[in-house]
């Protein structure tokens, strides 16, 4: 079965750090893009951060020099170092990949259960 597990959540301090981690698993041909998404109460979710199969990544404006997504593709594995904690950034934050699939190789779109963030004093 193919999932992707999140790890790494919790309660953080304002000004603190908190490392999300999601790992791919079941049988999987390859994994293009990976991403981090988050959703706070009575909001719609917003894309926080984006890295492509190359490297390449993205961030939302409100978490630029803040947060840094990196991954693994040896362990199937995204990252994301969040630094600079502040309460708005808390949510449930989602973990969201483009995995290659299945005996015909499908490219398919999965997303975690969520990991939940909380910054706090």
């Known amino acids: 079965q193919v999932q992707l597990v999140e790890s790494g959540g919790g309660l953080g301090q304002p000004g603190g750090s908190l490392r999300l981690s999601c790992a791919a698993s079941?049988?999987?041909?390859?994994?293009?893009?990976m991403a981090w998404y988050r959703q706070a109460p009575g909001k719609e979710r917003e894309l926080v951060a984006s890295?492509?199969?190359?490297?390449?990544?993205d961030y939302a404006d409100s978490v630029k020099n803040r947060f840094t997504i990196s991954r693994d593709n040896a362990k199937n594995t995204v990252y994301l170092q969040m630094n600079s904690l502040k309460p708005e950034d808390t949510a449930l934050y989602y973990c969201?990949?483009?995995?290659?699939?299945?005996?015909?190789?499908?490219?398919?779109?999965?997303w975690g259960q969520g990991t939940q963030v909380t910054v706090s004093s």
């Open positions: 969201n990949a483009a995995l290659i699939v299945g005996p015909r190789a499908y490219e398919y779109d999965y």
């Open positions: 079941g049988s999987i041909f390859g994994i293009r893009t």
């Open positions: 890295i492509s199969s190359a490297g390449s990544t």
